[in-house]
């Protein structure tokens, strides 16, 4: 048990690292690139729609991440 | 593989197995030092082995069972998040937010630790010196692997990954021989900043095209093919300098309103 929690233990810092919003960032505009998709949407103004996603919500997630250092 | 990738390929590996091997030096040389050589280099020894095996399961079970499409949604979306973890901490440090990590106090700490540790003998070596250098350089490397077999399988050119990580080994290596001292002059923010913004490049390229993956089967196209990776590196590079400079602001803005508050 130990062994298995000490794998998840890594794999959660190896990939999710510090912040997890910044995954659950990434995660969420794929999401909704995906909804786009399947809306019928162009694949370009899908594509590009979900970087400015990515990047939207990377901005917020250090936003927050500096916000919360204070409190 | 057009000649922006394996440019890219090469540059990214190369620079992140150096900043990780420069860690796992330090580690090294404080057991080295202390402990005595035969268990540091013999730690060194097992993990790099250990690594060697990793890298051939992993790389094999993903180039074998994901196909084309999903292989590029899967990688991209690791290499995104694993830049993105990498960029925020180089913009964090860079914007005076976060201490910038210092190879001479993590010698130190490394270096007292195993001074005050006990001496116990396993197989005819210093157990203590052996584990964290295997643990050190394990750690440090897998990193390093995972870039390597990410972006080699997705650019398709694993050898030059792997070559590019071995040349950033073999050179830390002979520069730490020849210093023996932690490279503590290796600017590693500003090359870890450099990484971050290429894996967040090479990956948000990676990922949004794979979502094709997901409905239908088939890669979606980035407007411009290819040179779309110029505009995202230039986006990240924009977004990130506004945020060394917009953070502490935000940090200064939010503390003033607390204190008003309080």
């Known amino acids: 048990m130990s062994l298995l929690r000490g794998v998840y233990r890594f794999l959660y810092d190896f990939i999710v690292g510090d ?6 960032g990434v995660v969420l505009s794929l999401v909704v690139g995906l909804m786009l998709l399947r809306a019928g949407l162009p694949s370009s103004g899908v594509i590009v729609t979900t970087a400015a996603f990515v990047v939207a919500l990377f901005v917020v997630a250090l936003v927050l991440d500096v916000r919360r250092r204070d409190d | 593989m057009s000649d922006h990738t394996v440019w890219g390929l090469s540059v990214v590996t190369f620079i992140a197995a150096f900043v990780e091997f420069v860690e796992a030096l330090t580690i090294v040389l404080a057991m080295g030092l202390t402990r005595g050589w035969r268990s540091a280099l013999a730690g060194t020894a097992a993990a790099i082995v250990a690594l060697t095996a990793f890298t051939a399961v992993v790389g094999y079970a993903m180039a074998t069972w994901l196909p084309r499409s999903a292989l590029q949604l899967v990688v991209g979306v690791l290499l995104l998040i694993f830049g993105l973890q990498w960029l925020r901490k180089a913009i964090l440090r860079s914007a005076g937010l ?4 210092d190879e001479n106090d993590e010698f130190r700490e490394q270096s007292a630790a195993a001074r005050a540790a006990e001496r116990q003998n396993r197989l005819g070596l210093d157990w203590f010196g052996f584990v964290v250098s295997f643990k050190g350089v394990f750690l440090e490397g897998v990193e390093v692997v995972f870039i390597v077999i990410t972006f080699g399988l997705n650019a398709g050119n694993v050898p030059v990954a792997a070559g590019a990580a071995i040349a950033a080994g073999i050179v830390v290596v002979i520069i730490g021989a020849v210093a023996s001292r932690p490279l503590s002059a290796v600017p590693e923010n500003t090359l870890k900043y450099a990484v971050g913004l290429l894996l967040a490049t090479y990956g948000m390229f990676w990922a ?6 997901l409905d239908g089967g088939s890669s979606l196209a980035w407007p411009g093919g290819d040179w779309a990776l110029l505009i995202i590196l230039g986006a990240w590079i924009a977004v990130s300098r506004v945020l060394v ?3 502490p602001r935000i940090r200064m803005t939010h503390r003033l ?5 309080s």
Do not use: C, R, Y
């Open chain 1, 19 to 24: 912040d997890w919003k910044v995954a659950a």
């Open chain 2, 98 to 101: 976060k201490p910038l990590h």
């Open chain 2, 208 to 213: 949004t095209e794979g979502l094709g993956a």
């Open chain 2, 245 to 247: 400079i917009g953070l």
């Open chain 2, 257 to 261: 309103q607390s204190e008003n508050i």
